[in-house]
């Protein structure tokens, strides 16, 4: 498959990179992972096969031999070889056929997978391209223009699609949910207040990293302390007062208190939010939310493809 145009930002990723933080290497990985496992699963691969992250759209690509594919995530017009054809299901394509995305209008990333996944060496036991540490991908960069990603000769396989009532709502404004973290009671009663009852703002300053939100200041009583590793979803807190969320491409250590960290299965919904958009939050327990991710998980195997 010959890349055409990457668009804003194209990057190959698997699952990530689990389990180097020893050695100083993110995670890296699909910011949604939801919609990329079920790019994959329309493809009829494996969960962990290499798929496109494509941010905001105005991707365009050109197959140069037949196979099937799957685009899922951020909603945009989908054209291939001019005419229009739909996201969440298994398509068709043969050598020669062009397909073009447009730009996102609700959400901003998007997943393009491929039957067999992408044929691209894995470094440190991934393909999940991060650029600030030049690993993964084709050169360990983004994809540019004229760059070929190899595919696998695989016979079709049945055409399916994800039913309408299975798949995200980006324009979901619900609160992100936190568990408040060991450094959570270095922010005052009034901070934490402010925090939870406040309305942020998505900054210019998101990206794979992390998101930088505007909104009420909250200060820690630490003034300094030593690094420490970050989890995913980790809210640290500056001396402005500002928070960021952090994300897939996070450093592995800082040194800024915490008030906690988002769940997962929120940061994924936070990953398709653009500058501008408004975002909450509201606490729970550690118990809660290992309920909640049960539950999820258990809604998410009982969803059945519909056959085309």
Same mark, same amino acid.
């Given at each position: 498959?010959? &890349?055409?145009?990457?668009?804003?930002?194209?990057?190959?990723?698997?699952?990530?990179? &689990?389990?180097?933080?020893?050695?100083?290497?993110?995670?890296?990985? %699909?910011?949604?992972?939801?919609?990329?496992?079920?790019?994959?699963?329309?493809?009829?691969?494996?969960?962990?096969?290499?798929?496109?992250? &494509?941010?905001?759209?105005?991707?365009?690509?050109?197959?140069?031999?037949?196979?099937?594919?799957?685009?899922?995530?951020?909603?945009?017009?989908?054209?291939?070889?001019?005419? %229009?054809?739909?996201?969440?299901?298994?398509?068709?394509?043969?050598?020669?056929?062009? #397909?073009? #995305?447009?730009?996102?209008?609700?959400?901003?990333?998007?997943?393009?997978?491929?039957?067999?996944?992408?044929?691209?060496?894995?470094?440190?036991?991934?393909?999940?391209?991060?650029?600030?540490?030049? #690993?993964?991908?084709?050169?360990?960069?983004? #994809?540019?223009?004229?760059?070929?990603?190899?595919?696998?000769?695989?016979?079709?396989?049945?055409?399916?699609?994800?039913p309408e009532q299975h798949r995200p709502d980006y324009a979901d404004s619900s609160p992100l949910r936190v568990v408040l973290g060991y450094q959570a009671d270095s922010f005052s009663r009034l901070d934490k207040t402010r925090f939870f009852h406040g309305e942020y703002t998505v900054s210019e300053r998101m990206d794979r990293m992390g998101y930088r939100l505007t909104g009420p200041e909250c200060h820690s009583s630490v003034s300094s302390m030593l690094s420490e590793g970050i989890s995913h979803g980790a809210i640290q807190v500056p001396p402005d007062g500002q928070p960021i969320v952090l994300l897939n491409d996070r450093q592995t250590i800082g040194g800024y208190p915490k008030l906690g960290s988002v769940m997962s299965i929120d940061t994924a919904r936070l990953a398709q939010m653009t500058q501008g958009k408004k975002v909450y939050f509201t606490p729970v327990t550690v118990e809660e939310a290992h309920a909640i991710n049960v539950l999820a998980r258990r809604k998410e195997a009982r969803i059945e493809l519909a056959s085309l």
């Open positions: 498959m010959k &890349i055409l145009q990457p668009g804003v930002l194209s990057l190959v990723q698997d699952l990530g990179r &689990i389990g180097k933080h020893r050695i100083g290497l993110t995670v890296g990985g %699909p910011m949604d992972p939801f919609a990329f496992r079920w790019a994959n699963r329309l493809c009829h691969n494996q969960d962990n096969e290499s798929v496109i992250e &494509i941010s905001i759209g105005g991707f365009s690509a050109e197959f140069t031999q037949k196979t099937q594919i799957a685009i899922t995530g951020a909603t945009v017009d989908v054209k291939l070889n001019g005419k %229009p054809v739909s996201m969440w299901e298994t398509l068709d394509v043969n050598a020669g056929d062009v #397909l073009k #995305l447009g730009f996102a209008s609700q959400g901003c990333r998007l997943y393009l997978a491929v039957l067999g996944g992408f044929n691209v060496e894995a470094q440190f036991g991934s393909t999940a391209t991060v650029v600030r540490e030049n #690993l993964g991908g084709l050169s360990g960069k983004a #994809l540019i223009k004229g760059d070929v990603l190899t595919l696998h000769n695989t016979d079709f396989k049945a055409r399916v699609a994800m």
